[in-house]
C-alpha cells in the first residue's frame, strides 16, 4: 500500500519561502513518478512540478524560477522549495506518485496515489 504523507505547509508573507515534503513507502518500484499539485477553492487541482526515478523535472509555467523539485531517495522523501511566494500560490498542496512507470508527467489525472495536502497561505 503506497502511502505519502505530506508537511512543511503554513502561512507566509508574499516573498517568503516554504518547503514542503512528501513521505513516501509501499512501494519499492525503481520506475516512478511523483509531483505536487495543488488546488484553491473554487479552482481545478493544478500540477505544480514533478520528477522521475531519473531526476528528469517539470514544472508549471506560473512557478519555475521560483520552485524547485527535488527527492532524497535514501529518505523517501519528495521535496518542494518554495521561493519568492505570491498570494496567488495559496492553496491546498498535494504529493502524488505513480509507480512502475517511466514517464515524466505533471497531468493529475496520471497519478493514482495521493497524498491528503497541506495548506500554504501567502498573505500580500
Known amino acids: 500500500q503506497v502511502q505519502l504523507v505530506e508537511s512543511g505547509g503554513g502561512s507566509v508573507q508574499a516573498g517568503g519561502s516554504l518547503r514542503l515534503s512528501c513521505a513516501a513507502s509501499g512501494y519499492t518500484y525503481s520506475s516512478y513518478c511523483m509531483g505536487w499539485f495543488r488546488q484553491a477553492p473554487g479552482k481545478e487541482r493544478e500540477g505544480v512540478a514533478a520528477i522521475d526515478s531519473d531526476g528528469s523535472t517539470t514544472y508549471a509555467d506560473s512557478v519555475k524560477g521560483r520552485f524547485t523539485i527535488s527527492q532524497d531517495n535514501a529518505k523517501n522523501t519528495l521535496y518542494l522549495q518554495m521561493n519568492g511566494l505570491k498570494p496567488e500560490d495559496t492553496a491546498m498542496y498535494y504529493c502524488?506518485?505513480?509507480?512502475?512507470?517511466?514517464?515524466?508527467?505533471?497531468?493529475?489525472?496520471?497519478?493514482?496515489?495521493w497524498g491528503q495536502g497541506t495548506q500554504v497561505t501567502v498573505s500580500s
Open positions: 502524488a506518485a505513480e509507480i512502475g512507470v517511466g514517464y515524466l508527467s505533471i497531468l493529475p489525472g496520471y497519478f493514482g496515489y
